[in-house]
């Protein structure tokens, strides 16, 4: 027998015994994926609830629109079933405008211990600052504020409707966020008391004087800015810092959703919004989900401007970010 056909013996010998033995092995069952039962998100719902904000004119603070919007999204969430509770407070503006603000908040499933918390602000800005044009304009704020308490009103009218999540979910919109100082500008006045910045007046009040005394929740999710066409969520820096996780947890979320064109998996550095004095004052680790625009930076070209406006409301955007959210909250345990 040559040498050669001594080794192609001993190779398919050698070959037959590991079958053999892997045949003999135990096999090992895949880890069986939860199924959970999530109610579709209906982005056609959600555009409506936009829209529907932007008719009521601009959302400042002291105005006719603003006070009717209050009315509707209170009159909303007590209609989809919600324990709901207001907190009205007055304060100073960066120039010096006396305003009364309105946070609002909806919870379902009050007894659950285990609570997620969803927010968004509702307020629109005073002025279009960054228009090109008129600086002193009012804007619908169709994007920024409006889109984002969209797509939780369509939430709420989700948990309305059917089945909850077995957490419990607090909602709550923040007022006053969007009444900073203008571009370039500062205030000669001394920061009212209780307060340590001219923005996020609502989250600012809402961090130090909770709704429920010894409030907490396992996390948060802020949106700002989340229904344009063609946006892109990077991930913030704040974010990261203080809940790392729960990045972690919706962007793999919406990866799983095939939502990577929307949630892009880039770090990027952080911002001052609702989110940050949640997280630092209020120690609930908290998220922001805000649109990030490459070559311009966060909000987009059309932030505190007049372009902010319906024509650049997406639903598809709208339908990324709330089917992740319903996920995020649904697979929750």
Not at 6 to 26: E, G, H, Q, R
Not at 176 to 191: C, I, R
Not at 297 to 321: C, P, Q, W
């Given at each position: 027998?040559?040498?050669?056909?001594?080794?192609?013996?001993?190779?398919?010998?050698?070959?037959?015994?590991?079958?053999?033995?892997?045949?003999?092995?135990?096999?090992?069952?895949?880890?069986?994926?939860?199924?959970?039962?999530?109610?579709?998100?209906?982005?056609?719902?959600?555009?409506?609830?936009?829209?529907?904000?932007?008719?009521?004119?601009?959302?400042?603070?002291?105005?006719?629109?603003?006070?009717?919007?209050?009315?509707?999204?209170?009159?909303?969430?007590?209609?989809?079933?919600?324990?709901?509770?207001?907190?009205?407070?007055?304060?100073?503006?960066?120039?010096?405008?006396?305003?009364?603000?309105?946070?609002?908040?909806?919870?379902?499933?009050?007894t659950a211990q285990k609570r997620i918390l969803l927010a968004s602000h509702w307020d629109t800005r005073p002025y279009a600052d960054k228009d090109k044009k008129k600086k002193n304009a009012p804007f619908e704020g169709a994007n920024d504020g409006a889109s984002g308490v969209g797509i939780l009103l369509e939430i709420s009218r989700l948990f309305g409707q059917g089945k909850l999540p077995?957490?419990?979910?607090?909602?709550?919109?923040?007022?006053?966020?969007?009444?900073?100082?203008?571009?370039?500008?500062?205030?000669?006045?001394?920061?009212?008391?209780?307060?340590?910045?001219?923005?996020?007046?609502?989250?600012?009040?809402?961090?130090?004087?909770?709704?429920?005394?010894?409030?907490?929740?396992?996390?948060?999710?802020?949106?700002?800015?989340?229904?344009?066409?063609?946006?892109?969520?990077?991930?913030?820096?704040?974010?990261?810092?203080?809940?790392?996780?729960?990045?972690?947890?919706?962007?793999?979320?919406?990866?799983?959703?095939?939502?990577?064109?929307?949630?892009?998996?880039?770090?990027?550095?952080?911002?001052?919004?609702?989110?940050?004095?949640?997280?630092?004052?209020?120690?609930?680790?908290?998220?922001?989900?805000?649109?990030?625009?490459?070559?311009?930076?966060?909000?987009?070209?059309?932030?505190?401007?007049?372009?902010?406006?319906?024509?650049?409301?997406?639903?598809?955007?709208?339908?990324?970010?709330?089917?992740?959210?319903?996920?995020?909250?649904?697979?929750?345990?």
């Amino acid at each position: 027998m040559s040498l050669k056909k001594i080794i192609y013996l001993t190779l398919v010998s050698l070959f037959i015994l590991d079958a053999c033995n892997l045949k003999k092995k135990p096999e090992q069952a895949e880890e069986p994926v939860r199924s959970v039962n999530v109610p579709p998100f209906n982005a056609d719902s959600a555009y409506l609830f936009v829209e529907r904000q932007v008719k009521f004119g601009p959302r400042v603070p002291n105005t006719k629109a603003h006070d009717l919007a209050a009315d509707y999204f209170i009159s909303e969430f007590k209609k989809h079933g919600a324990t709901v509770i207001t907190q009205d407070f007055g304060t100073t503006t960066w120039d010096n405008h006396k305003v009364q603000l309105k946070n609002i908040i909806a919870s379902y499933n009050p007894t659950a211990q285990k609570r997620i918390l969803l927010a968004s602000h509702w307020d629109t800005r005073p002025y279009a600052d960054k228009d090109k044009k008129k600086k002193n304009a009012p804007f619908e704020g169709a994007n920024d504020g409006a889109s984002g308490v969209g797509i939780l009103l369509e939430i709420s009218r989700l948990f309305g409707q059917g089945k909850l999540p077995s957490v419990g979910v607090d909602i709550i919109l923040f007022d006053g966020e969007d009444w900073g100082t203008k571009e370039n500008e500062k205030s000669s006045l001394a920061m009212p008391e209780g307060y340590e910045d001219w923005w996020c007046l609502g989250s600012q009040y809402w961090a130090k004087h909770k709704h429920q005394k010894n409030y907490s929740a396992y996390f948060g999710i802020l949106l700002d800015m989340v229904g344009s066409k063609h946006a892109q969520f990077l991930r913030e820096g704040v974010s990261l810092e203080y809940a790392p996780t729960v990045v972690e947890k919706v962007w793999n979320t919406a990866s799983r959703l095939g939502y990577t064109d929307y949630f892009v998996k880039t770090n990027v550095g952080g911002i001052t919004d609702d989110h940050a004095f949640v997280n630092e004052i209020g120690k609930i680790p908290m998220i922001d989900i805000v649109h990030y625009q490459t070559g311009v930076g966060f909000f987009g070209d059309y932030h505190h401007s007049r372009k902010d406006n319906m024509s650049i409301i997406s639903k598809e955007t709208l339908g990324a970010v709330g089917t992740t959210l319903m996920n995020v909250v649904y697979y929750e345990e």
